[in-house]
Protein backbone atom coordinates (compact mmCIF):
# COMPACT_ATOMS: atom_id res chain seq x y z
CA UNK A 1 0.00 0.00 0.00
CA UNK A 2 1.14 3.17 -0.88
CA UNK A 3 -0.47 6.68 0.62
CA UNK A 4 0.43 10.28 -1.61
CA UNK A 5 -1.02 13.39 -0.69
CA UNK A 6 -2.36 15.46 -3.57
CA UNK A 7 -3.79 19.17 -2.84
CA UNK A 8 -6.62 21.29 -3.90
CA UNK A 9 -8.84 23.83 -2.85
CA UNK A 10 -12.60 23.65 -1.78
CA UNK A 11 -15.24 24.83 -4.06
CA UNK A 12 -16.92 26.40 -0.88
CA UNK A 13 -14.80 29.74 -0.79
CA UNK A 14 -15.51 29.73 3.46
CA UNK A 15 -14.19 26.26 3.77
CA UNK A 16 -10.93 27.10 1.30
CA UNK A 17 -9.93 29.93 3.30
CA UNK A 18 -10.47 28.29 6.76
CA UNK A 19 -7.66 25.78 5.63
CA UNK A 20 -5.47 27.98 4.15
CA UNK A 21 -5.38 29.77 7.18
CA UNK A 22 -6.51 33.18 6.11
CA UNK A 23 -7.17 35.94 8.76
CA UNK A 24 -10.95 36.53 6.88
CA UNK A 25 -12.31 33.71 9.02
CA UNK A 26 -10.24 34.08 12.26
CA UNK A 27 -13.34 36.11 13.86
CA UNK A 28 -15.77 33.11 13.46
CA UNK A 29 -13.56 30.56 15.37
CA UNK A 30 -12.40 30.44 18.93
CA UNK A 31 -8.87 28.16 18.06
CA UNK A 32 -6.72 28.10 15.37
CA UNK A 33 -6.06 24.47 14.85
CA UNK A 34 -2.92 25.55 13.43
CA UNK A 35 -1.35 27.22 16.59
CA UNK A 36 0.37 24.77 19.14
CA UNK A 37 -0.97 27.52 22.16
CA UNK A 38 -4.46 26.86 20.95
CA UNK A 39 -4.55 23.47 21.85
CA UNK A 40 -2.79 23.74 25.11
CA UNK A 41 -5.18 26.65 26.17
CA UNK A 42 -8.07 24.21 24.50
CA UNK A 43 -6.80 21.60 27.02
CA UNK A 44 -7.08 23.95 30.19
CA UNK A 45 -10.33 25.06 29.44
CA UNK A 46 -11.43 21.60 29.95
CA UNK A 47 -9.86 21.29 32.74
CA UNK A 48 -12.13 24.21 34.07
CA UNK A 49 -15.63 22.56 32.85
CA UNK A 50 -17.53 19.87 34.48
CA UNK A 51 -18.69 16.90 33.04
CA UNK A 52 -20.56 13.70 33.96
CA UNK A 53 -17.68 11.26 33.66
CA UNK A 54 -18.74 8.50 35.65
CA UNK A 55 -21.99 8.21 34.43
CA UNK A 56 -21.22 8.85 31.13
CA UNK A 57 -18.70 6.13 31.29
CA UNK A 58 -21.51 3.61 32.22
CA UNK A 59 -23.78 4.54 29.55
CA UNK A 60 -20.43 3.86 26.75
CA UNK A 61 -19.71 0.79 27.99
CA UNK A 62 -23.22 -0.57 28.42
CA UNK A 63 -23.91 1.07 24.65
CA UNK A 64 -20.13 -0.31 23.26
CA UNK A 65 -20.82 -3.42 25.02
CA UNK A 66 -23.54 -4.68 23.06
CA UNK A 67 -22.18 -3.39 19.84
CA UNK A 68 -19.82 -6.38 20.35
CA UNK A 69 -16.37 -3.61 21.04
CA UNK A 70 -13.17 -4.67 21.17
CA UNK A 71 -11.04 -4.46 25.12
CA UNK A 72 -9.10 -1.42 22.96
CA UNK A 73 -12.44 0.38 22.95
CA UNK A 74 -13.16 -0.01 26.66
CA UNK A 75 -9.76 1.23 27.80
CA UNK A 76 -10.43 4.36 26.30
CA UNK A 77 -13.56 4.51 27.44
CA UNK A 78 -12.15 4.24 31.08
CA UNK A 79 -9.84 6.63 30.32
CA UNK A 80 -12.59 9.33 30.23
CA UNK A 81 -12.91 9.10 34.40
CA UNK A 82 -9.64 10.46 34.68
CA UNK A 83 -10.23 14.75 34.57
CA UNK A 84 -6.93 15.02 32.36
CA UNK A 85 -8.58 13.16 29.26
CA UNK A 86 -10.03 15.02 27.01
CA UNK A 87 -11.58 13.21 23.54
CA UNK A 88 -11.15 14.20 19.55
CA UNK A 89 -15.32 13.95 18.15
CA UNK A 90 -16.90 13.54 14.84
CA UNK A 91 -19.82 12.74 14.05
CA UNK A 92 -22.18 11.11 10.81
CA UNK A 93 -25.77 9.94 10.27
CA UNK A 94 -26.28 6.22 10.52
CA UNK A 95 -25.62 4.76 6.74
CA UNK A 96 -26.01 0.91 5.70
CA UNK A 97 -22.62 -0.28 5.99
CA UNK A 98 -21.38 3.15 6.68
CA UNK A 99 -22.90 4.87 3.42
CA UNK A 100 -20.61 6.98 1.31
CA UNK A 101 -16.74 6.49 2.17
CA UNK A 102 -16.42 9.57 3.52
CA UNK A 103 -17.75 8.29 7.04
CA UNK A 104 -15.03 6.01 7.53
CA UNK A 105 -12.86 8.51 6.13
CA UNK A 106 -14.00 10.94 9.57
CA UNK A 107 -13.33 7.89 11.51
CA UNK A 108 -9.47 7.26 10.16
CA UNK A 109 -9.23 11.35 11.21
CA UNK A 110 -10.54 10.94 14.47
CA UNK A 111 -8.11 7.92 15.49
CA UNK A 112 -5.21 10.00 13.56
CA UNK A 113 -5.27 13.09 15.42
CA UNK A 114 -6.26 11.64 18.83
CA UNK A 115 -3.00 9.91 18.67
CA UNK A 116 -1.38 13.04 17.67
CA UNK A 117 -2.56 14.95 20.26
CA UNK A 118 -2.08 12.49 22.79
CA UNK A 119 1.70 12.24 21.89
CA UNK A 120 2.15 16.18 21.81
CA UNK A 121 0.07 17.08 24.83
CA UNK A 122 1.35 14.04 27.00
CA UNK A 123 -2.38 13.50 28.52
CA UNK A 124 -4.93 10.67 27.49
CA UNK A 125 -6.93 11.87 23.98
CA UNK A 126 -9.65 9.29 23.21
CA UNK A 127 -11.67 8.97 19.77
CA UNK A 128 -15.00 9.31 19.77
CA UNK A 129 -17.60 8.73 16.94
CA UNK A 130 -21.16 10.61 17.40
CA UNK A 131 -23.76 8.55 15.98
CA UNK A 132 -26.81 10.78 15.04
CA UNK A 133 -29.68 8.36 15.98
CA UNK A 134 -31.68 11.12 16.19
CA UNK A 135 -31.89 11.98 12.88
CA UNK A 136 -34.96 11.41 10.84
CA UNK A 137 -34.38 11.40 7.27
CA UNK A 138 -34.31 7.73 6.18
CA UNK A 139 -34.11 8.39 2.67
CA UNK A 140 -30.47 9.62 2.95
CA UNK A 141 -29.31 6.38 4.91
CA UNK A 142 -31.06 3.63 3.31
CA UNK A 143 -29.13 3.13 0.52
CA UNK A 144 -25.59 2.77 -1.43
CA UNK A 145 -24.43 2.81 -4.78
CA UNK A 146 -22.77 0.48 -6.19
CA UNK A 147 -20.52 -0.16 -9.88
CA UNK A 148 -22.84 -1.50 -12.64
CA UNK A 149 -20.94 -1.82 -16.07
CA UNK A 150 -20.29 1.69 -16.24
CA UNK A 151 -22.62 3.53 -13.97
CA UNK A 152 -23.40 3.90 -10.25
CA UNK A 153 -26.62 2.30 -9.51
CA UNK A 154 -28.52 2.94 -6.22
CA UNK A 155 -29.46 0.12 -4.32
CA UNK A 156 -32.08 1.04 -1.72
CA UNK A 157 -33.16 -1.38 1.21
CA UNK A 158 -37.21 -2.49 0.69
CA UNK A 159 -38.44 -1.99 4.05
CA UNK A 160 -41.36 -0.43 5.65
CA UNK A 161 -40.61 2.17 8.19
CA UNK A 162 -42.03 5.18 9.74
CA UNK A 163 -40.03 8.05 8.09
CA UNK A 164 -40.68 10.65 10.49
CA UNK A 165 -39.23 8.70 13.26
CA UNK A 166 -35.32 8.85 14.26
CA UNK A 167 -33.16 6.41 13.08
CA UNK A 168 -32.52 4.94 16.08
CA UNK A 169 -36.29 4.13 16.55
CA UNK A 170 -36.66 2.21 13.14
CA UNK A 171 -38.30 -0.92 12.85
CA UNK A 172 -35.34 -3.46 11.83
CA UNK A 173 -36.88 -6.25 9.79
CA UNK A 174 -33.47 -8.14 8.90
CA UNK A 175 -35.27 -10.20 6.74
CA UNK A 176 -34.91 -7.28 4.68
CA UNK A 177 -32.00 -6.02 5.36
CA UNK A 178 -30.29 -9.54 4.62
CA UNK A 179 -32.03 -9.47 1.34
CA UNK A 180 -30.64 -5.90 0.50
CA UNK A 181 -27.37 -7.63 1.48
CA UNK A 182 -27.40 -9.93 -1.27
CA UNK A 183 -28.46 -7.47 -4.24
CA UNK A 184 -25.45 -5.89 -2.93
CA UNK A 185 -23.06 -8.34 -3.63
CA UNK A 186 -24.97 -9.57 -6.51
CA UNK A 187 -22.68 -6.98 -7.89
CA UNK A 188 -19.30 -8.47 -6.85
CA UNK A 189 -16.75 -10.56 -8.67
CA UNK A 190 -16.21 -13.37 -5.80
CA UNK A 191 -12.45 -12.70 -4.27
CA UNK A 192 -10.86 -14.59 -1.76
CA UNK A 193 -12.54 -12.39 0.83
CA UNK A 194 -16.11 -12.68 -0.81
CA UNK A 195 -17.65 -15.80 1.71
CA UNK A 196 -16.41 -14.46 4.85
CA UNK A 197 -17.15 -10.34 4.02
CA UNK A 198 -20.42 -11.42 3.69
CA UNK A 199 -20.95 -13.47 6.30
CA UNK A 200 -19.76 -10.99 8.88
CA UNK A 201 -22.10 -8.87 7.59
CA UNK A 202 -24.99 -11.29 7.73
CA UNK A 203 -24.57 -12.35 11.24
CA UNK A 204 -23.89 -8.41 11.92
CA UNK A 205 -27.44 -7.72 10.46
CA UNK A 206 -29.17 -10.90 12.56
CA UNK A 207 -27.94 -9.41 15.83
CA UNK A 208 -28.31 -5.90 15.09
CA UNK A 209 -32.15 -4.78 16.45
CA UNK A 210 -32.23 -0.94 15.05
CA UNK A 211 -30.40 0.62 12.24
CA UNK A 212 -28.00 2.19 14.42
CA UNK A 213 -27.10 -1.16 15.96
CA UNK A 214 -26.36 -2.21 12.34
CA UNK A 215 -23.97 0.37 11.59
CA UNK A 216 -21.82 0.59 15.04
CA UNK A 217 -21.02 -2.91 14.76
CA UNK A 218 -20.20 -2.77 11.34
CA UNK A 219 -17.64 0.13 12.32
CA UNK A 220 -16.23 -1.80 15.14
CA UNK A 221 -15.65 -5.16 12.67
CA UNK A 222 -13.88 -2.66 10.55
CA UNK A 223 -11.62 -1.11 13.74
CA UNK A 224 -11.28 -3.20 16.07
CA UNK A 225 -8.16 -2.65 17.29
CA UNK A 226 -8.03 1.59 17.06
CA UNK A 227 -9.92 2.16 20.63
CA UNK A 228 -12.96 3.85 18.49
CA UNK A 229 -15.67 4.99 20.94
CA UNK A 230 -19.31 4.93 19.16
CA UNK A 231 -22.36 6.60 21.03
CA UNK A 232 -25.59 7.45 19.73
CA UNK A 233 -26.89 10.61 20.59
CA UNK A 234 -30.52 9.00 20.87
CA UNK A 235 -29.49 6.50 23.14
CA UNK A 236 -32.11 6.99 26.40
CA UNK A 237 -29.45 6.84 28.86
CA UNK A 238 -27.47 9.75 26.88
CA UNK A 239 -30.33 11.47 27.39
CA UNK A 240 -30.71 11.06 30.91
CA UNK A 241 -27.35 12.78 31.16
CA UNK A 242 -28.59 15.62 29.17
CA UNK A 243 -31.47 16.77 30.67
CA UNK A 244 -30.03 19.52 32.59
CA UNK A 245 -28.23 20.65 29.35
CA UNK A 246 -31.99 20.48 27.60
CA UNK A 247 -32.75 22.79 30.29
CA UNK A 248 -30.16 25.65 29.40
CA UNK A 249 -31.15 25.30 26.00
CA UNK A 250 -34.30 26.36 26.52
CA UNK A 251 -33.44 28.89 29.62
CA UNK A 252 -31.51 30.84 26.31
CA UNK A 253 -33.31 29.57 23.43
CA UNK A 254 -34.24 32.66 21.94
CA UNK A 255 -30.52 34.14 22.59
CA UNK A 256 -28.85 30.87 20.29
CA UNK A 257 -31.15 31.48 17.40
CA UNK A 258 -31.06 35.47 17.63
CA UNK A 259 -27.00 35.00 17.72
CA UNK A 260 -27.12 32.67 15.12
CA UNK A 261 -29.55 33.87 12.72
CA UNK A 262 -27.26 37.27 13.22
CA UNK A 263 -23.74 35.28 12.63
CA UNK A 264 -25.09 33.47 9.34
CA UNK A 265 -26.06 37.03 7.87
CA UNK A 266 -23.22 38.85 8.58
CA UNK A 267 -21.35 36.10 7.08
CA UNK A 268 -23.61 36.36 3.80
CA UNK A 269 -22.92 39.82 3.96
CA UNK A 270 -19.20 39.20 3.76
CA UNK A 271 -19.65 37.30 0.18
CA UNK A 272 -19.11 33.48 1.53
CA UNK A 273 -22.17 31.38 1.07
CA UNK A 274 -23.33 29.65 4.05
CA UNK A 275 -26.19 26.47 3.92
CA UNK A 276 -27.53 26.51 7.14
CA UNK A 277 -30.92 28.71 6.54
CA UNK A 278 -31.68 29.43 10.04
CA UNK A 279 -34.19 31.88 11.83
CA UNK A 280 -34.61 33.91 14.76
CA UNK A 281 -37.24 32.34 15.81
CA UNK A 282 -36.47 28.67 15.31
CA UNK A 283 -36.16 26.74 18.71
CA UNK A 284 -33.19 24.31 17.50
CA UNK A 285 -34.89 21.65 18.93
CA UNK A 286 -37.17 18.40 18.16
CA UNK A 287 -39.91 17.04 20.25
CA UNK A 288 -40.61 13.11 19.96
CA UNK A 289 -44.52 12.70 20.00
CA UNK A 290 -46.40 9.35 18.68
CA UNK A 291 -43.47 8.02 17.42
CA UNK A 292 -42.58 11.01 15.49
CA UNK A 293 -39.83 13.86 15.53
CA UNK A 294 -41.49 17.21 15.31
CA UNK A 295 -39.64 20.88 14.90
CA UNK A 296 -40.37 23.37 17.20
CA UNK A 297 -40.30 27.26 16.68
CA UNK A 298 -41.43 29.95 18.72
CA UNK A 299 -44.13 32.16 18.59
CA UNK A 300 -44.01 35.80 19.34
CA UNK A 301 -45.40 35.16 22.68
CA UNK A 302 -42.86 32.53 23.73
CA UNK A 303 -44.61 29.04 23.06
CA UNK A 304 -42.92 26.45 21.48
CA UNK A 305 -44.84 24.93 18.40
CA UNK A 306 -44.53 22.44 16.07
CA UNK A 307 -43.64 24.27 12.05
CA UNK A 308 -47.05 22.40 11.67
CA UNK A 309 -49.01 23.50 14.41
CA UNK A 310 -48.58 19.23 15.52
CA UNK A 311 -47.90 20.81 19.37
CA UNK A 312 -47.98 23.57 21.55
CA UNK A 313 -45.79 24.09 24.87
CA UNK A 314 -44.88 26.83 27.22
CA UNK A 315 -41.54 27.23 28.12
CA UNK A 316 -42.35 25.70 31.47
CA UNK A 317 -43.79 22.86 29.69
CA UNK A 318 -40.54 22.51 27.65
CA UNK A 319 -38.36 22.69 30.53
CA UNK A 320 -40.35 20.32 33.15
CA UNK A 321 -40.27 17.94 29.58
CA UNK A 322 -36.56 18.47 29.92
CA UNK A 323 -36.04 17.69 33.25
CA UNK A 324 -38.13 14.69 33.13
CA UNK A 325 -38.28 13.39 29.97
CA UNK A 326 -35.32 14.49 28.43
CA UNK A 327 -35.50 11.13 25.99
CA UNK A 328 -38.29 13.14 24.03
CA UNK A 329 -35.98 15.99 23.13
CA UNK A 330 -33.23 16.03 20.44
CA UNK A 331 -31.19 18.32 18.77
CA UNK A 332 -30.39 20.04 15.16
CA UNK A 333 -27.45 21.04 14.08
CA UNK A 334 -26.86 24.15 15.75
CA UNK A 335 -27.43 22.63 19.31
CA UNK A 336 -26.03 19.31 18.51
CA UNK A 337 -22.62 20.77 18.61
CA UNK A 338 -23.67 22.70 21.93
CA UNK A 339 -25.07 19.51 23.33
CA UNK A 340 -21.31 17.50 22.65
CA UNK A 341 -19.50 20.22 24.08
CA UNK A 342 -21.83 19.53 27.51
CA UNK A 343 -21.83 15.95 27.29
CA UNK A 344 -18.37 15.68 26.52
CA UNK A 345 -14.61 16.89 26.74
CA UNK A 346 -14.13 17.97 23.27
CA UNK A 347 -10.43 18.91 22.66
CA UNK A 348 -11.25 19.05 19.28
CA UNK A 349 -14.08 18.53 16.35
CA UNK A 350 -13.45 17.12 12.96
CA UNK A 351 -15.52 17.92 10.15
CA UNK A 352 -16.32 17.81 6.48
CA UNK A 353 -16.62 21.06 4.23
CA UNK A 354 -20.26 21.05 4.90
CA UNK A 355 -19.88 20.91 8.66
CA UNK A 356 -16.97 23.42 8.43
CA UNK A 357 -19.51 25.99 6.37
CA UNK A 358 -22.55 26.14 8.95
CA UNK A 359 -19.81 25.74 12.53
CA UNK A 360 -18.54 29.31 10.86
CA UNK A 361 -22.00 30.70 12.22
CA UNK A 362 -22.26 28.82 15.70
CA UNK A 363 -19.66 30.81 17.47
CA UNK A 364 -22.07 33.52 19.44
CA UNK A 365 -24.27 30.04 20.06
CA UNK A 366 -21.57 28.36 22.21
CA UNK A 367 -20.99 31.94 24.17
CA UNK A 368 -24.21 32.07 25.01
CA UNK A 369 -23.64 29.09 27.41
CA UNK A 370 -20.40 30.51 28.32
CA UNK A 371 -18.57 27.85 26.25
CA UNK A 372 -15.99 27.94 24.34
CA UNK A 373 -15.99 26.52 20.20
CA UNK A 374 -13.27 23.52 20.53
CA UNK A 375 -11.12 23.96 17.51
CA UNK A 376 -12.39 22.67 14.16
CA UNK A 377 -9.96 19.94 12.16
CA UNK A 378 -10.99 19.65 8.50
CA UNK A 379 -10.91 15.88 8.48
CA UNK A 380 -8.76 13.84 5.94
CA UNK A 381 -10.22 12.43 2.47
CA UNK A 382 -9.08 9.75 0.23
CA UNK A 383 -9.32 8.65 -3.26
CA UNK A 384 -8.82 4.68 -3.06
CA UNK A 385 -6.82 3.33 -6.24
CA UNK A 386 -7.18 -0.52 -7.02
CA UNK A 387 -4.48 -2.07 -8.93
CA UNK A 388 -5.54 -2.56 -12.02
CA UNK A 389 -7.10 0.94 -12.24
CA UNK A 390 -3.38 2.19 -10.95
CA UNK A 391 -2.29 0.67 -14.11
CA UNK A 392 -4.33 1.98 -16.33
CA UNK A 393 -3.80 5.72 -15.32
CA UNK A 394 0.15 5.13 -15.99
CA UNK A 395 -0.53 3.02 -19.28
CA UNK A 396 -2.46 6.11 -20.51
CA UNK A 397 -0.12 8.69 -18.71
CA UNK A 398 -3.03 10.50 -16.71
CA UNK A 399 -2.00 12.34 -13.72
CA UNK A 400 -3.83 11.02 -10.72
CA UNK A 401 -4.24 14.24 -8.93
CA UNK A 402 -5.91 16.04 -11.99
CA UNK A 403 -8.43 13.13 -12.62
CA UNK A 404 -9.13 13.21 -8.66
CA UNK A 405 -10.09 17.05 -9.21
CA UNK A 406 -11.15 17.36 -12.72
CA UNK A 407 -12.24 13.41 -13.83
CA UNK A 408 -10.25 11.95 -16.91
CA UNK A 409 -12.35 13.69 -19.60
CA UNK A 410 -10.37 15.92 -20.56
CA UNK A 411 -7.75 13.10 -21.36
CA UNK A 412 -9.88 11.40 -22.97
CA UNK A 413 -10.50 14.28 -25.54
CA UNK A 414 -6.79 14.59 -25.38
CA UNK A 415 -6.26 11.09 -26.45
CA UNK A 416 -8.92 11.03 -29.38
CA UNK A 417 -6.74 14.14 -30.98
CA UNK A 418 -3.66 12.25 -30.87
CA UNK A 419 -4.92 9.00 -33.00
CA UNK A 420 -2.92 10.60 -35.98
CA UNK A 421 -6.21 11.60 -37.44
CA UNK A 422 -7.17 14.90 -38.81
CA UNK A 423 -9.80 15.65 -36.08
CA UNK A 424 -13.33 15.33 -37.14
CA UNK A 425 -14.42 18.62 -35.28
CA UNK A 426 -11.58 20.38 -36.84
CA UNK A 427 -12.49 19.07 -40.31
CA UNK A 428 -16.63 19.99 -40.24
CA UNK A 429 -15.95 23.41 -38.93
CA UNK A 430 -13.24 24.02 -42.31
CA UNK A 431 -16.26 22.84 -44.51
CA UNK A 432 -18.45 24.56 -42.92
CA UNK A 433 -16.58 28.01 -43.53
CA UNK A 434 -15.86 26.56 -47.44
CA UNK A 435 -19.05 26.43 -48.36
CA UNK A 436 -20.39 29.62 -46.57
CA UNK A 437 -17.64 30.95 -48.90
CA UNK A 438 -19.01 29.73 -52.24
CA UNK A 439 -22.51 29.97 -51.08
CA UNK A 440 -22.07 33.70 -50.20
CA UNK A 441 -22.39 34.52 -54.31
CA UNK A 442 -25.81 33.27 -54.21
CA UNK A 443 -26.87 34.74 -51.04
CA UNK A 444 -26.15 38.13 -52.77
CA UNK A 445 -27.98 37.62 -55.58
CA UNK A 446 -30.76 35.78 -53.55
CA UNK A 447 -30.66 39.10 -51.63
CA UNK A 448 -30.85 41.27 -54.98
CA UNK A 449 -33.90 39.74 -55.86
CA UNK A 450 -35.89 40.88 -52.46
CA UNK A 451 -35.82 40.11 -48.72
CA UNK A 452 -38.11 36.86 -48.90
CA UNK A 453 -35.21 35.37 -51.29
CA UNK A 454 -32.84 36.50 -48.78
CA UNK A 455 -34.36 34.72 -46.09
CA UNK A 456 -34.45 31.36 -48.62
CA UNK A 457 -30.97 31.13 -49.21
CA UNK A 458 -30.12 32.19 -45.40
CA UNK A 459 -32.21 28.68 -44.55
CA UNK A 460 -30.38 26.77 -47.39
CA UNK A 461 -27.54 27.70 -45.75
CA UNK A 462 -28.26 26.25 -42.49
CA UNK A 463 -29.74 23.14 -43.99
CA UNK A 464 -26.14 22.22 -45.62
CA UNK A 465 -24.37 23.34 -42.17
CA UNK A 466 -26.77 21.28 -40.07
CA UNK A 467 -25.94 18.40 -42.83
CA UNK A 468 -22.66 18.24 -42.22
CA UNK A 469 -23.50 18.40 -38.61
CA UNK A 470 -25.05 15.61 -38.81
CA UNK A 471 -22.02 13.76 -40.57
CA UNK A 472 -19.55 15.27 -37.89
CA UNK A 473 -21.34 13.34 -35.37
CA UNK A 474 -21.58 9.93 -37.60
CA UNK A 475 -18.37 10.02 -38.42
CA UNK A 476 -17.65 10.85 -34.41
CA UNK A 477 -19.48 7.80 -33.29
CA UNK A 478 -17.85 5.81 -35.65
CA UNK A 479 -14.17 6.64 -34.38
CA UNK A 480 -15.56 5.86 -31.07
CA UNK A 481 -16.79 2.54 -31.98
CA UNK A 482 -13.07 1.55 -33.57
CA UNK A 483 -11.63 2.51 -30.22
CA UNK A 484 -14.31 1.93 -28.35
CA UNK A 485 -12.39 -0.34 -25.65
CA UNK A 486 -10.16 2.49 -25.52
CA UNK A 487 -12.61 5.40 -24.72
CA UNK A 488 -14.31 2.69 -21.80
CA UNK A 489 -10.88 2.39 -20.17
CA UNK A 490 -11.58 6.51 -19.63
CA UNK A 491 -15.39 6.25 -18.58
CA UNK A 492 -14.45 4.00 -15.98
CA UNK A 493 -11.46 5.44 -14.38
CA UNK A 494 -13.73 9.05 -14.97
CA UNK A 495 -16.26 6.66 -12.69
CA UNK A 496 -13.82 5.63 -9.99
CA UNK A 497 -12.23 8.71 -9.54
CA UNK A 498 -15.13 10.96 -10.00
CA UNK A 499 -18.52 9.63 -9.52
CA UNK A 500 -21.43 11.86 -10.98
CA UNK A 501 -19.09 14.62 -11.29
CA UNK A 502 -17.88 14.92 -7.33
CA UNK A 503 -14.88 12.97 -4.93
CA UNK A 504 -15.00 9.26 -5.09
CA UNK A 505 -16.17 9.60 -1.18
CA UNK A 506 -19.27 10.85 -2.16
CA UNK A 507 -20.93 8.38 -3.90
CA UNK A 508 -18.51 4.94 -3.42
CA UNK A 509 -19.24 2.82 -0.17
CA UNK A 510 -16.84 0.45 1.22
CA UNK A 511 -18.04 -2.54 -0.17
CA UNK A 512 -15.52 -3.02 -3.40
CA UNK A 513 -12.68 -2.38 -1.52
CA UNK A 514 -13.40 -4.87 2.01
CA UNK A 515 -14.38 -7.16 -0.72
CA UNK A 516 -10.52 -6.91 -2.59
CA UNK A 517 -8.42 -6.48 0.21
CA UNK A 518 -10.49 -7.46 2.98
CA UNK A 519 -12.37 -6.06 6.03
CA UNK A 520 -9.30 -5.09 7.85
CA UNK A 521 -8.54 -2.63 4.62
CA UNK A 522 -9.89 0.67 6.23
CA UNK A 523 -7.60 -0.62 9.59
CA UNK A 524 -4.59 -0.91 7.70
CA UNK A 525 -4.74 2.58 6.01
CA UNK A 526 -5.26 4.27 9.58
CA UNK A 527 -2.13 1.90 10.73
CA UNK A 528 0.26 4.77 8.48
CA UNK A 529 1.14 7.99 10.06
CA UNK A 530 -0.47 10.69 7.96
CA UNK A 531 -0.15 14.83 7.88
CA UNK A 532 -2.89 16.96 8.34
CA UNK A 533 -0.90 19.33 6.36
CA UNK A 534 -2.57 17.28 3.56
CA UNK A 535 -5.94 17.03 3.38
CA UNK A 536 -6.41 14.26 0.34
CA UNK A 537 -4.57 11.13 -0.10
CA UNK A 538 -4.60 8.89 -3.02
CA UNK A 539 -4.49 5.00 -1.69
CA UNK A 540 -2.80 2.73 -3.97
CA UNK A 541 -3.32 -1.27 -2.79
Known sequence: MRIDPINFSDANPLVADY???????????????ANESDWLK??????????????????????????????????????LEDKRTTAIVAGQQAGLLTGPLYTVHKIISVLQMAKLKEKELGSPVVPVFWIAGEDHDFAEINHIYMKNNQ?????????????????????FNDHDVIAWLDKVFNHLQETEYTSSVYSSFKDVIKTSSSFTDFFAKVIHKLFPR?????????????????????????????????????????????????????????????????????????????????????VSLSKDDLLSLAEQEPWRLSNNVVTRPLMQELLLPVLGFVGGPGEINYWAALKPAFHTLNLRMPPVIPRLSFTLLDRASDK????????????????????????????????????????????????????????????????????NLEYIHQSIGFLQKRMLKSTEENYERELRVFDELNLLLRPGGALQERMWSIVPWVNMYGIDVFERVCSRELSFDHTHFVVRF
Open 151 to 171: SMEKLQVDTEVNEKSSVSDLI
Open 42 to 79: RAEDIQDNHYKREELTEVLTQLNDRWNASAPTFQNIKK
Open 392 to 459: RLRDYEIDVGAGVQQGTGPNKLNWIATLGEQPIDKLAEEMKKEIENIHKPLRNKAADLGPDMKALADK
Open 226 to 310: EGLILLDAHDREIRKLEGSYFKEMVYHNEQIAQSVYSSEQKIKQEGYPISLFSSANDANLFLHKDGERVLLVRDEDGFFKGKKGE
Open 19 to 33: KADNKSVHDKFDFNP
